[in-house]
């Protein structure tokens, strides 16, 4: 006697096992695409942790999807470091000190602006353009350390985060218009 419960038990076990191997086949692609982005950045390990573990590029699965993703985060972490600069800066006694800090703040106000527009030409294949948009926000995190010497510990590491989000950016940028020139 066969159990309508087992043609069902049936079909759920294949929708699983078929679920399991999207799931995994997709990893792979994850892993591979990020790995070959990541082994060509300053810090591949931290790449790797970054893209996997931030939801908008954990499931990217080009490129493209990539870039768009990393850009993401590199607004995001220029408005959370703007935001930091500028709470730092309230907090400074040396007018010197607290200015420098507020010019930075303005620098990546400006830097999150202008990402923003470069995420529009990554939609519409302009690679060129947002390479030099983002080689020139490259340069706040250097002006701003130079600038502030020796600044406190989160202002520092706003700074340092943010550079490694512009090199992985950066190498997906190179990646993409490597891709449309070929």
Do not use: W
Not at 4 to 33: Q, V
Not at 48 to 77: Q, Y
Not at 120 to 126: C, E
């Amino acid at each position: 006697m066969k159990l309508p419960f087992a043609s069902f038990l049936t079909i759920m076990l294949t929708i699983t096992l078929l679920y399991l191997l999207t799931i995994t086949t997709h990893a792979k692609t994850n892993s591979k695409l990020f790995s070959q982005i990541c082994n060509k950045t300053k810090h591949p390990q931290v790449c790797l942790i970054i893209l996997n573990d931030d939801p908008r590029t954990r499931k990217a699965s080009t490129v493209h999807d990539l870039g768009l993703g990393s850009l993401d985060i590199a607004i995001s972490l220029a408005k959370s470091s703007a935001d930091v600069f500028n709470n730092d800066s309230l907090k400074m006694k040396n007018g010197a000190q607290k200015q420098n800090c507020v010019n930075c703040r303005d620098m990546y106000k400006k830097v999150a602006d202008q990402l923003s527009g470069a995420k529009s030409m990554i939609r519409r294949n302009d690679f060129a353009t947002t390479r030099k948009i983002l080689d020139a926000a490259s340069k706040v995190p250097n002006s701003c350390r130079k600038e502030l010497g020796e600044p406190p510990a989160k202002v520092k590491r706003a700074n340092e985060t943010l550079n490694i989000i512009f090199g992985i950016a950066s190498v997906i940028l190179k990646e993409l218009t490597r891709n449309k020139n070929s």
